[in-house]
T-cell receptor
Framework: AQSVSQHNHHVILSEAASLELGCNYSYGGTVNLFWYVQYPGQHLQLLLK??????LVKGIKGFEAEFIKSKFSFNLRKPSVQWSDTAEYFC???????????FGKGTMLLVSP | GAVVSQHPSWVICKSGTSVKIECRSLDFQATTMFWYRQFPKQSLMLMATSNEGSKATYEQGVEKDKFLINHASLTLSTLTVTSAHPEDSSFYIC????????????????FGPGTRLTVT
């Protein structure tokens, strides 16, 4: 299985600040990447995904991520965060065989009003 | 659409007893479901892949006899924690793939809300 690393375990931002969460994956040929969000007390929800094509992927709620193959990265960005973005964010990679997902350890984002 | 439910949401049991957790896809059919375990402030660790009508595929290090998985229908998978011990206390999450999709869309997993298991 592939591995995924998220460098920031906790991030604290003020509202309107810009966000970038790092995600790096291990090399494995063709990669399919995901960002999930888990709001407090809720289930995991898909923010966005990359399979192929345009490396800049736009997701829900104003989030986007850029796939940079040379850096094995898939960082999540949002130009201006809101208090409601407070949640835990997980990067994940689809393992070869297109069967299972491997998740990163997650980044807890706290946005202060 | 694509809603997955889990029952119960929270369960407390005594050491040595067994607990069954249900995972249901409410508005789609799922030939494949997944069971994860999440420790506090940690990531989701895949335990097993549940396949409808066949045996589950367990990840390395997961005890098959302790975590029994049954996927008897296209909308239901169950995880039974047998002879539970305090170290089994954790948050168990299931996910499901929509069998009605194809191509790249078939890879997406829809997650349930999780079940908090506390073994005393």
């Amino acid at each position: 299985a592939q591995s995924v690393s998220q460098h920031n375990h906790h991030v604290i931002l003020s509202e309107a600040a810009s966000l970038e969460l790092g995600c790096n994956y291990s090399y494995g040929g063709t990669v399919n990447l995901f960002w999930y969000v888990q709001y407090p007390g809720q289930h995991l929800q898909l923010l966005l995904k990359y399979f192929s094509g345009d490396p800049l992927v736009k997701g829900i709620k104003g989030f986007e991520a850029e796939f940079i193959k040379s850096k094995f990265s898939f960082n999540l960005r949002k130009p201006s965060v809101q208090w409601s973005d407070t949640a835990e964010y997980f990067c994940a990679v689809l393992n070869s065989g297109y069967s299972t997902l491997t998740f990163g350890k997650g980044t807890m984002l706290l946005v202060s009003p | 659409g694509a809603v997955v439910s889990q029952h119960p949401s929270w369960v407390i049991c005594k050491s040595g007893t067994s607990v069954k957790i249900e995972c249901r896809s409410l508005d789609f059919q799922a030939t494949t479901m997944f069971w994860y375990r999440q420790f506090p402030k940690q990531s989701l660790m895949l335990m097993a892949t549940s396949n409808e009508g066949s045996k589950a595929t367990y990840e390395q290090g997961v005890e098959k006899d302790k975590f029994l998985i049954n996927h008897a229908s296209l909308t239901l998978s169950t995880l039974t924690v047998t002879s539970a011990h305090p170290e089994d206390s954790s948050f168990y999450i299931c996910s499901a793939r929509d069998a009605g999709t194809s191509g790249r869309f078939s890879y997406e997993q829809y997650f349930g809300p999780g079940t908090r298991l506390t073994v005393t």
